[in-house]
């Protein structure tokens, strides 16, 4: 069996065995170790330390210690410490646990409650009231802690009964939820864009930059459709009653969002700015974040040293996991490439004599379709690198594909029956409400993420005006 021949079956086994279920980081690590061993065995090498622990004059411990050694003698075990290593010391990767502990404490010192209110009480008169506050409230949680569980399950608990109570539709509601949550994978600060900066080696600044007006057209994209429909199906989101939202003034209004809905916008915007314009390296602002979210708990008189342990617990377990899926991916990959395997892609690839246009739909395809049993995060560090080499053949920029994959990523959250964007709201979804009325919730929403991935690349000026702006071309 020649090596690409190895390579595929490599990626073939991967595959079924991630799709039994077994934990991804540590199937990479085994796969690339197993499959390494074979590729870099050198059997004079081995023997060599096999025959020293023959002629040593030592016990019998030190000689079995020199027949283990020799059973050891491999590259790829130097390979996968150099790997570890080289992930430890990514500069990129600093701030992905910053960026997560400033969503984490926000999430737990109840900002997110005091926003939701207060936006409801401001959009009053906006058709659709409470759905378009509870989409701006995803979107600027999303952008904060970039974890679509937390955010799914965090407004599930709070906007999702306020709508249900206020008579909305209950897939009109669902899918309010779920597509919200999945924002914070493409608005900037994201820790998608993050992981898949180290991964392809493009700027991140000049990634949040880029993402930034597609993942603002995007929202409003969801909210024109609220408003849109809520017009001309009112029934479906009622407006409220003065019973229900109270009686405010302007100058009332106008404090609570003073309170509530500005300290985590600018907190945000801060944070982004600071990246956007060179002010501070990503890892430094994201330093900002944290301690400015921190902050915020002692401000709003929510910090306690429980919420402080869940939030620290929290983002070393999600931290971890992507550093050890970037050991085994990078290990993994690294083999897969000695052996042939990118190769004999990339030449078959190039062999179909495509268009870019078509490569770009192929791609984005096979990406939609990896979307339902895997991980954002499993897709950007294990599979996306395999389309990056094939990007220059084709002209297109690194930066440009990524952010088109960032928006291709939400439709993996909202695309059943794999839809998890779903399975977070039903888990602490009222037992009424039906799996399938998520789901169908969720379509409309699915089909503007198309649409905004049709805009973008015919108006590709959307990502790159910014970047070129600030950085030049």
Not at 16 to 29: D, E, K, R, S, Y
Not at 107 to 124: D, M, P, Q
Request: proline content about 6%; aromatic content about 14%; glycine content about 6%.
């Amino acid at each position: 069996m020649s090596d690409p021949v190895v390579a595929l079956s490599m990626l073939a086994i991967f595959l079924f065995i991630i799709l039994l279920g077994f934990p991804v980081a540590f199937t990479l690590m085994a796969m690339g170790i197993m499959f390494g061993y074979y590729a870099y065995f050198d059997a004079p090498r081995m023997w060599r330390a096999f025959d020293r622990a023959v002629k040593a004059d030592a016990d019998q411990w030190t000689q079995i210690e020199l027949w283990i050694e020799g059973l050891f003698n491999n590259r790829i075990f130097d390979l996968f410490v150099n790997q570890t290593y080289s992930v430890m010391a990514n500069d990129v990767l600093t701030a992905v646990p910053l960026f997560l502990f400033m969503g984490y404490i926000v999430e737990r010192a109840n900002i997110v409650a005091r926003l939701f209110h207060t936006l409801n009480i401001a959009a009053r008169n906006v058709p659709g009231s409470m759905a378009v506050a509870a989409l701006i409230t995803c979107t600027l949680f999303a952008t904060a802690t970039g974890i679509v569980g937390a955010v799914v399950t965090l407004m599930g608990l709070l906007a999702f009964p306020a709508m249900l109570k206020a008579r909305y539709d209950t897939s009109l509601a669902c899918g309010v939820i779920c597509a919200g949550g999945t924002l914070g994978i493409l608005i900037p600060p994201s820790i998608m864009l993050i992981v898949y900066a180290a991964a392809s080696g493009v700027s991140i600044v000049k990634l949040y930059a880029g993402a930034l007006f597609p993942g603002l057209l995007l929202a409003s994209l969801y909210m024109i459709y609220v408003v849109t429909r809520s017009v001309l199906q009112p029934h479906l989101a009622p407006k409220p009653s003065k019973k229900e939202v109270g009686e405010y003034s302007f100058g009332q209004i106008f404090l609570q969002l003073l309170t509530s809905f500005f300290p985590l916008a600018f907190l945000i915007l801060a944070v982004l700015g600071a990246i956007l314009f060179g002010l501070a390296t990503p890892s430094e602002a994201a330093a900002v974040g944290a301690l400015g979210g921190l902050l915020l708990t002692f401000v709003y008189r929510a910090f306690t040293w429980q919420r402080l342990r869940e939030s620290v617990y929290l983002t070393v377990r999600t931290s971890a996991m992507v550093c050890w899926l970037f050991v085994g991916s990078w290990t993994f990959s690294s083999v897969f490439s000695y052996l042939g395997g990118e190769q004999i892609i990339s030449e078959f690839v190039t062999g179909l004599d495509i268009s870019p246009i078509v490569f770009l739909i192929m791609a984005q395809v096979i990406i939609f379709l990896l979307g339902w049993p895997l991980e954002w995060s499993e897709i950007i560090i294990i599979f996306v690198p395999i389309f990056l080499p094939l990007l220059p053949h084709f002209g297109i920029d690194p930066l440009f594909f990524g952010i088109l994959v960032a928006l291709n990523l939400q439709t993996s959250f909202l695309t059943p029956p794999m839809a998890m964007s779903a399975y977070y709201l039903k888990g602490i979804a009222p037992p009424h409400v039906q799996l399938v009325e998520i789901f169908k919730g969720c379509y409309p929403y699915l089909a503007m993420v198309l649409f905004s991935m049709v805009i973008l690349y015919s108006f590709p000026e959307i990502a790159f005006w910014l970047p070129n702006q600030v950085y030049g071309h």
